[in-house]
């Protein structure tokens, strides 16, 4: 006669129910930075003369192709 089989089947344990925790929201505000503004609207780099220098390089190699 065989052995009986030594492993048995457990029960299904009912599902936990994990209670949420209440989370601290964190709202931030954002100051006005004109500064962003300012920076776009410079363009006193395309007055530097090494930067004029570069685009007339670039500038020769496109007249070429």
């Known amino acids: 006669m065989a052995a009986r089989w030594p ?12 209670k949420a925790d209440k989370r601290k929201i964190v709202e ?3 100051k006005k930075d004109d500064g962003s503004k ?3 609207s410079d363009r006193s780099h395309l ?7 570069a685009m007339d390089l ?3 190699d496109s007249k070429e192709s």
């Open 47 to 53: 007055e530097n003369d090494s930067f004029k220098e």
């Open 38 to 40: 300012q920076k776009i």
């Open 7 to 18: 492993f048995t089947k457990k029960s299904a344990e009912p599902p936990r129910v994990i």
């Open 28 to 30: 931030y505000e954002r």
């Open 58 to 60: 670039l500038g020769e």
